[in-house]
């Protein structure tokens, strides 16, 4: 367990113990001021009273005991010889605060579930339950599945609560109002690292965000938060993809460069592209304003890129069937008006057969799925011997007459078998980039 989250958590507005040299006559408060009243519930109109001399002693000499080993000692003894005492609550609170203050984390534990169990609204002891139950799940503890359930419970016992959290005396407003966001934002980590493994992601992004707001550097949440988002149906990219980058920022380093890898694939995935990049990374590891991904060109602009790049005629097979199929009628219009009537010669790969017409595959993409792209008409019927087989790669010459974009097929004309030789290109990929 982090120590330094338990000092947040309980050091702040953390419970007064009596230090005055002047005990209180028995009958009077159990305690020095109000200052000593449960945290997390309303104030009541008096102070608790021990009538009993030899409980309210007992009570006195374990908080004003100044060596830790000592106090908890006392206490403990108290509280197993005066289960019922007014003061019990204060006695488990300043037990479980001088537990963690000796870095006893069990023992912090086990007070802290005691007094929830005697006070279900103490916010401390829930967020101190809710934020180690969290940790000890996402750190693969053997019980982690009962852990996420419990703090999950924490956390929404402390969400309810924290309205009726009360400012203690002697505590700033500031100090107090850090307190309740600190505590906010364990407990929605617990609940959104709980809706997270449970695939829940409207549940999980909210709250998570949350908890990265108030701790933008503690990668146990700033990480989860990019897998919701990603998770999501569909995927938030934007958001996504800025805190993988930022959960690369503040990773442990074993785990910094695998952390950026999938952040930088989530990136390309998206965007089609390294560029921008490295921009993006430093900004996350600088902390600074999330920057805007610029999406994937569509397939209608990747079309219109590939005719300012290629002269139609320069263009392979899977060229003109990417901007037929996705581009725009003027971009369409443009390669077809380039190629149509115009004798062409290819390679493609047999998919079926008929004395005048063969149905073939010409882009790599219809050839891997055994798909026909181009029908080729003979003007006379091919003797059989000289029909290809199926699944057969071959050279042909025909003349684009016609074409359909979706499912997409050119009607070549005047089919014309050629010698085997060296292909003219070699057919290629033309799949869109991820949208």
């Not at 852990?147 to 969400?159: R, S, T």
Request: charged fraction near 20%; glycine fraction near 6%.
């Amino acid at each position: 367990m982090k120590k330094i989250l338990l000092t947040v958590v309980l050091g702040v507005a953390a419970v007064a113990v009596a230090h005055n040299t002047a005990q209180p006559a028995p009958g009077q408060s159990a305690t020095p001021s109000t200052q000593g009243q449960t945290p997390g519930q309303a104030q009541p109109a008096a102070s608790p009273v021990i009538k009993d001399p030899a409980e309210y002693n007992a009570y006195v000499a374990a908080v004003q005991a100044t060596d830790p080993n000592a106090k908890i000692s006392g206490l403990e003894a108290f509280l197993n010889q005066y289960p019922n005492s007014v003061m019990k609550n204060q006695a488990l609170e300043i037990l479980m605060q001088t537990y963690q203050q000796a870095g006893n984390a069990k023992k912090t534990m086990d007070t802290a579930t005691k007094l929830v169990t005697a006070d279900s609204c103490n916010v401390r002891a829930l967020a101190l339950l809710a934020y180690f139950d969290r940790v000890m799940a996402q750190g693969g503890d053997p019980n982690a599945k009962q852990m996420l359930v419990d703090g999950k419970k924490y956390g929404q016992q402390g969400l309810d609560c924290l309205p009726k959290f009360t400012k203690p005396d002697g505590t700033s407003d500031a100090d107090f109002q850090k307190t309740k966001d600190q505590m906010t934002a364990i407990f929605n980590a617990a609940l959104g690292i709980a809706a997270l493994t449970d695939k829940d992601y409207p549940t999980a992004v909210p709250a998570l965000r949350k908890a990265v707001d108030a701790n933008p550097t503690d990668f146990s949440v700033v990480y989860p938060l990019a897998l919701a988002y990603l998770g999501q149906a569909p995927p938030d990219p934007q958001n996504g993809i800025w805190f993988a980058a930022r959960a690369a920022a503040v990773a442990p380093g074993a785990a910094q460069a695998q952390i950026e890898k999938y952040a930088r694939s989530q990136y390309v995935k998206f965007h089609a592209a390294d560029d921008g990049w490295a921009e993006l990374l430093a900004a996350a590891k600088a902390n600074g304003p999330q920057v805007a991904i610029k999406p994937a060109p569509s397939p209608a602009e990747q079309a219109h890129s590939m005719i300012l790049a290629t002269p139609p005629d320069k263009m392979d097979f899977a060229t003109w069937e990417f901007v037929l199929t996705n581009g725009s009628q003027e971009d369409q219009d443009t390669v077809w008006n380039a190629i149509k009537g115009k004798a062409v010669q290819m390679n493609g790969v047999i998919i079926s057969t008929t004395p005048n017409e063969f149905t073939i595959a010409g882009s790599s993409d219809d050839i891997e799925l055994k798909k026909g792209d181009i029908t080729l008409k003979f003007e006379d019927k091919v003797p059989v011997r000289m029909i290809p087989k199926d699944g057969a790669s071959f050279d042909f010459q025909g003349v684009p007459a016609s074409y359909t974009p979706n499912p997409f097929m050119m009607v070549m004309e005047k089919g014309t078998l050629l010698r085997q030789k060296a292909s003219p290109k070699p057919p290629v990929h033309h799949k869109p980039a991820a949208q």
